[in-house]
Nanobody
């Protein structure tokens, strides 16, 4: 497993931007596919975006496509989520997750990931 710590959340007005970071510990970060999920109060955790171990493949939920961008820097053991044109419905706790080879299967299912961060709160005001 890999240990994950998210940062970068906060309060932003609708239409604004935030960049989330997820720092991973361990020398095997570059072997993991990474995902971002979010969970709003009273709702199930939902998939946001995923990226392959080498950054060449990405996947997005339809609700964020064209607004959010996932990227990674393996030299820094960090994955990012750039969020633009934020909407109030993007308000949630955002989690990063890691698992090897997940983009070959159910990358949008939380149960497919074995390592999770503690989450960072994103609040978008209208």
């Amino acid at each position: 497993q890999v240990q994950l710590v998210e940062s970068g959340g906060g309060l932003v007005q609708a239409g604004g931007s935030l960049r989330l970071s997820c720092a991973a510990s361990g020398r095997t970060f570059s072997s993991y596919d990474m995902g971002w999920f979010r969970q709003a109060p009273g709702k199930e955790r939902e998939f946001v975006a995923a990226i392959s171990w080498n950054g060449r493949r990405t996947r997005y939920a339809d609700s964020v496509k064209g607004r959010f961008t996932i990227s990674r820097d393996n030299a820094k053991n960090t994955v990012y989520l750039q969020m633009n044109s934020l909407k109030p419905e993007d308000t949630a706790v955002y989690y990063c997750a890691a698992e090897s080879g997940v983009l070959l299967g159910s990358y949008d299912y939380p149960g497919s990931y074995g390592s999770w961060g503690q989450g960072t709160q994103v609040t978008v005001s209208s």
